[in-house]
């Protein structure tokens, strides 16, 4: 079953999607060359402290760290630590806040100065296929519809899709039904009502869309050692437009 959220419940959901986006704001700010990728954590685990909301991602699981922080040919659920984030790198925010018992969800992929065009272009590309996907997350539409919307989109550039991680429902817990993977047929799997709120993310890498687990048990990293990149928002089903809920973020490419 597909939870639907009704009233007060959609208004916390926007409370803790909006606290979300501000948090993820606040952490792009500090992105610099020199910066350990620990300190944007422990900025995290502050911010989050006075917004008085708690990590979604801490001890789930036992994850050590309050957000993802995944650079380069990291895909997902990297940890923060002594590494120092470099001119040209790409940082991937992957923020998750409870509040009020709701969980707001939602990550972005921030370019270091002046990076590769190819790099940009792999940047920019994963974002546009996250706006098609949440473009077509409204009522009556097959899920399949939105999950296959990515890969058609990234594949035009010669981009993959990671197929082993999967957006999700999200709500009172963190993953919910229904898996949304990046891939799919349309005009298949659930349709969409109003009320469902979806963790749409896309993770696209440059290169083979096959992945691998680091010593860390948490780190995934391209098997190729090229880049990914990583975009999500948590997003409201309605009769009529989606709804974003992890607005308000700003342009992070310029």
């Known amino acids: 079953m597909i939870p ?19 948090i993820l704001n606040r952490l792009a700010d500090l992105i610099a060359p020199g910066v350990t990728t620990g300190e944007i954590d422990h900025a995290a685990s502050q ?11 801490h001890g789930y699981k036992k994850f050590p760290g309050y957000i993802c922080i995944s650079l380069n040919e990291e895909v997902v659920h990297g940890i923060g630590g002594p590494r120092k984030i470099q001119y040209g790198d790409i940082v991937k925010l992957d923020v998750g806040v409870v509040q009020d018992g709701w969980m707001g969800d939602t990550a972005a992929s921030i370019p270091v100065g002046i990076i590769d065009p190819a790099t940009e272009q792999l940047l920019t590309v994963s974002e546009q296929s996250l706006n098609i996907a949440v473009s077509l997350a409204r009522a009556g539409t097959h899920l399949g519809d939105v999950c296959a919307s990515v890969d058609e989109h990234i594949s035009k550039y010669g981009y993959t899709v990671v197929r082993e991680f999967v957006g999700h429902g999200v709500g009172r817990s ?20 109003a009320g469902m709120t979806l963790a749409i993310e896309p993770m696209v890498n440059m290169g083979t869309a096959r992945v691998k687990l680091l010593s860390d048990k948490w780190t995934v990293v391209t098997q190729d050692g090229r880049p990914s990149a990583h975009f999500e928002h948590t997003v409201l089903v309605t009769d009529g437009d989606p709804e974003v809920l992890t607005w308000p973020r700003k342009t992070l490419l310029k």
Request: no cysteine.
């Open 4 to 22: 639907i959220k009704r009233g007060p419940e959609i208004q916390k959901m926007r409370k803790a999607g909006e606290t979300a986006a501000n």
């Open 47 to 57: 911010y989050m402290a006075e917004a008085g909301v708690k990590s979604a991602f």
């Open 174 to 193: 963190l993953h919910e039904e229904p898996q949304i993977p990046n891939f799919g047929r349309r005009g298949t799997g659930p349709i969409l009502r």
